[in-house]
């Protein structure tokens, strides 16, 4: 059974850092992609980065060169690094595994800026 729980979140003030990891089990995590979306009150879920197995990334412009997402395959995780938060990156915060017809999520983690 495949499992990934995310934790990290929490309340930050803006201009501050948090970082979500999110624990994989029950699958070969190293071959597989990740990434991280989110989701604000009202709004669709959006992706905010991705990382392939072999280590290549992709951001949602939002948040390039604010946030950083890493994976450490020895230890089936992988995180998301956020600095420089702003209130707009408030959101439930999700990680998932993808590869070729399929696609797991956590169940997420809060994330709140402000002041």
């Known amino acids: 059974q495949v499992q990934l729980v995310e934790s990290g979140g929490g309340l930050v003030q803006p201009g501050g850092s948090l970082r979500l990891s999110c624990a994989a089990s029950g699958i070969m995590f190293s071959i597989y992609a990740m990434g991280w979306y989110r989701q604000a009150p009202g709004k669709q879920r959006e992706v905010v980065a991705t990382?392939?197995?072999?280590?290549?990334?992709n951001y949602a412009d939002s948040v390039k060169g604010r946030f950083t997402i890493s994976r450490d395959n020895a230890k089936n995780t992988g995180y998301l690094q956020m600095n420089s938060l702003k209130p707009e990156d408030t959101a439930i915060y999700y990680c998932n595994v993808y590869g070729s017809g399929f696609v797991f999520w956590g169940q997420g983690t809060q994330v709140t800026v402000s002041s």
């Open positions: 990382i392939t197995s072999a280590g290549s990334t």
